[in-house]
């Protein structure tokens, strides 16, 4: 008997990505949704064969506590959003997979961690790219030094945001721009390649366009600062076009072109090119999580890495904002080192 996941917000992602995915998946399914749109429940109840019984809004969500169809409830609401959702899953007992960015502040990633524990519930953030073999090869490149230690890595992730009402150049719902959206892969991408927490953060608001881009940054460029002088390049923006990651080593390097997306993903190093399969990323990482319930096994994705994630993206800001260089320290349960 498969778990049965419910999402929550069936925007782009749940829509173009999340249901797909749960059609290939081997250990969950999609069993329920919920919707704040009276049209989307016809639709996804006739293609996705979803019963009126599994079906939600935003003033009956509480009550999937009464449901046993419904294992996991996976937000896919706008930022701002996650972290009430995420509680109140929790406290209707449920497991919870939690989009990226966990929230927009590193004490609300707080709040969810404790709530899920509190009610010996499961809490995973949606990184697909922790499942995607191109960029687990760049995991085992840069950690067991096979190209020698890593000495530099770089990284761009933009893309031209065209939806002037999006929530996500709205502060308060999306917390902030392009960093909090994207530039958080390359963030990521280097901590797994590094396999180490990051001590220092410079950051540059470079935004073009401040009339489009009046409350969150249009481009920012930063550098993250690991131990032993090895530093992060990076950049992220809605006004340009970019992704890719790239790590120097003592003896060789490695390149991932295009490094984030849902699929395409190609990579290679001074060795030659990388030869991995394309997989289904989002169907990998929700059976993940579903294993991990079945077996009580730990995620390799928790909100603890939601958490440590937040607390460098916040200081990414604030080093934007002060124009000095700011130094991370990490608190209870944001020291998080997989
Ligand atoms: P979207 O705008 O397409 O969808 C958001 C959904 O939330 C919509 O269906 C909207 O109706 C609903 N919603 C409910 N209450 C709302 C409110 N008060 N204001 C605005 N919308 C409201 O966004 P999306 O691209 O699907 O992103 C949703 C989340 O998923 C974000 O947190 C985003 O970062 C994340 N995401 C992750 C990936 C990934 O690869 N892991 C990819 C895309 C998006």
Same mark, same amino acid.
């Given at each position: 008997?498969?778990?049965?996941?419910?999402?929550?917000?069936?925007?782009?992602?749940?829509? +173009?990505?999340?249901?797909?995915?749960?059609?290939?998946?081997?250990?969950?399914?999609?069993?329920?949704?919920?919707?704040?749109?009276?049209?989307?429940?016809?639709?996804?109840?006739?293609?996705?064969?979803?019963?009126?019984?599994?079906?939600?809004?935003?003033?009956?969500?509480?009550?999937?506590?009464?449901?046993?169809?419904?294992?996991?409830?996976?937000?896919?609401?706008?930022?701002?959003?996650?972290?009430?959702?995420?509680?109140?899953?929790?406290?209707?007992?449920?497991?919870?997979?939690?989009?990226?960015?966990?929230?927009?502040?590193?004490?609300?990633?707080?709040?969810?961690?404790?709530?899920?524990?509190?009610?010996?519930?499961?809490?995973?953030? +949606?990184?697909?790219?922790?499942?995607?073999?191109?960029?687990?090869?760049?995991?085992?490149?840069?950690?067991?030094?096979?190209?020698?230690?890593?000495?530099?890595?770089?990284?761009?992730?933009?893309?031209?945001?065209?939806?002037?009402?999006?929530?996500?150049?709205?502060?308060?719902?999306?917390?902030?721009?392009?960093?909090?959206?994207?530039?958080?892969?390359?963030?990521?991408?280097?901590?797994?390649?590094?396999?180490?927490?990051?001590?220092?953060?410079?950051?540059?608001?470079?935004?073009?366009?401040?009339?489009?881009?009046?409350?969150?940054?249009?481009?920012?460029?930063?550098?993250?600062?690991?131990?032993?002088?090895?530093?992060?390049?990076?950049?992220?923006?809605?006004?340009?076009?970019?992704?890719?990651?790239?790590?120097?080593?003592?003896?060789?390097?490695?390149?991932?072109? @295009?490094?984030?997306?849902?699929?395409?993903?190609?990579?290679?190093?001074?060795?030659?090119?990388?030869?991995? @399969?394309?997989?289904?990323?989002?169907?990998?990482?929700?059976?993940?999580?579903?294993?991990?319930?079945?077996?009580?096994?730990?995620?390799?994705?928790?909100?603890?890495?939601?958490?440590?994630?937040?607390?460098?993206?916040?200081?990414?800001?604030?080093?934007?904002?002060? +124009?000095?260089?700011?130094?991370?320290?990490?608190?209870?349960?944001?020291?998080?080192?997989?």
């Amino acid at each position: 008997e498969k778990l049965g996941i419910a999402l929550v917000g069936l925007g782009n992602y749940s829509s +173009g990505q999340l249901a797909p995915a749960l059609q290939e998946t081997k250990l969950c399914k999609l069993s329920g949704i919920v919707t704040g749109t009276p049209q989307k429940e016809q639709e996804w109840a006739q293609k996705y064969n979803i019963p009126d019984s599994n079906i939600y809004n935003y003033e009956t969500y509480d009550q999937i506590a009464d449901n046993d169809d419904i294992d996991i409830i996976y937000v896919v609401l706008p930022n701002s959003m996650h972290a009430e959702y995420t509680i109140r899953a929790a406290e209707a007992g449920k497991h919870v997979i939690c989009e990226k960015p966990m929230a927009t502040s590193a004490k609300d990633c707080q709040r969810m961690i404790d709530a899920c524990n509190q009610a010996n519930r499961k809490l995973s953030i +949606g990184y697909r790219l922790h499942f995607e073999p191109h960029n687990k090869e760049m995991m085992r490149l840069g950690r067991n030094e096979v190209l020698g230690p890593v000495q530099q890595m770089s990284g761009t992730f933009s893309f031209p945001l065209n939806d002037p009402d999006a929530w996500r150049l709205d502060k308060k719902m999306a917390g902030g721009g392009p960093l909090m959206d994207v530039g958080i892969y390359i963030v990521q991408a280097s901590l797994y390649t590094m396999g180490q927490l990051p001590t220092s953060v410079k950051a540059w608001d470079e935004t073009k366009d401040h009339e489009t881009f009046s409350e969150v940054e249009g481009t920012i460029r930063w550098n993250l600062n690991f131990p032993n002088n090895v530093v992060l390049q990076a950049d992220s923006s809605y006004e340009d076009r970019g992704n890719n990651f790239r790590m120097e080593a003592a003896n060789g390097w490695a390149e991932l072109s @295009p490094a984030y997306s849902y699929g395409g993903i190609k990579g290679e190093t001074s060795e030659g090119p990388m030869d991995f @399969p394309q997989v289904n990323q989002q169907a990998l990482q929700m059976d993940d999580f579903a294993r991990c319930i079945i077996e009580d096994d730990q995620t390799i994705v928790p909100g603890e890495m939601g958490k440590r994630d937040m607390i460098i993206l916040d200081s990414i800001y604030e080093s934007a904002e002060t +124009g000095s260089e700011v130094s991370l320290e990490f608190d209870k349960d944001g020291d998080f080192i997989d």
